[in-house]
């Protein structure tokens, strides 16, 4: 066997990110890891022992250690992203050998294959922090929450944030018409209703529809379309691997497939307009989002039209849900105004629904935390 070998997966000489370090010796079981990393898309490198090249060891985004290479690597430098491998389930000395060698994970296959596949597949994609995700529901109809959510996407695709929107809301009347992009091409919900497992990150970007620097996941013109959970699942689990930003339009009713997005959401926004019957409507919105949503906040909408003004205060609306108030976003005249292919909501700069946007991203440093 030589002392390195390479995968020979197709097209992974054109992959940007470096692979795994497999360290054994077992030729049954390289072979069940090289099979892996096929599966995952990924390049490997194969050693016997600590890689002779200077920071080999070290620079690898993962190692995955056999189990009878372990005594090999005692007194190795300790390092993060060490698994120890093997195909004994009746071995009972491998924790000890994982101790010695500082592995942060011990897996038995075949049983842990699919655990490791996803772990490979993070290496191959070069899978970091995932994105921070914004999740944006009306509190009644006509609320606005569409036009936040666009907003949203737009305001951080503009900043240089890598953007996803994705429209989770079948009745909405879809996002790309409300961003002039109908007829852009890629794919929308029907192509990717049947996904199942893992979805890859920079295939599913890639096959989006790009318009005003964010790529948008919307839906088609035929018939309701019903999106399971394990579709919604596997989707947005991949948007999210991708870092920067991800924005749903959510609708007010839930179902599996809503339920599901709900999970993936690290901060949930309801827009609720400053009316007594809106803030009533929104209770039972805000009620059943809140059993999912690990951090839920209110928006409140400024009322529409010269000279009108709210039946209550924003601290009022966030008072009758028992939600933290955000702020109160803006109505845009220019949205009004705009002729049917001039800005999306959110594409001018110094609009006040714009601005609305900017500092609400500004507070989300990097830790996703809101301030």
Known sequence: MAGTTTDPTPGATDRRHPGPLLVTEDPE???DL??????????PEVHHGVPARRGGWESAPLVIVGTDAAPRLR??????????AGRDPDDHAVWRRAVEIGAEHVLVLPDGEQWLVDRIADVAEGAGRPAFTIGVLGGCGGAGASTLACALAVTAARSGR??????????????????????????????????????ASGALEESLPRMHSLRLLSWHRGERLTVAPEAMRAVLSAARRGGGAVVLDLPRSMDEGTAEALTQIDLGLVVVPARLRAAAAARQVASAAGLLLRDLRVVVAAPHGRGARPELPAADVARLLS?????????DPGLAAAPENGPPPGGEPKSPLARFCGTLWDRLPADGDPR
């Open 162 to 199: 890598r953007t996803l929107l994705v429209d989770a809301d079948p009745l909405g009347g879809g996002l790309d018409v409300l961003l002039g992009g109908e007829s852009v091409r890629g794919l929308r919900w029907p192509d990717l209703a049947g996904a199942r497992g893992r979805v």
């Open 34 to 43: 090289l099979r892996l990393c096929a599966a995952a898309g990924a390049r």
């Open 323 to 331: 939600l933290p108030p955000v702020g109160e976003v803006p109505t």
């Open 29 to 31: 079981l390289l072979d």
């Open 75 to 84: 007194g190795a430098p300790r390092r993060r992203g060490v698994v120890l």
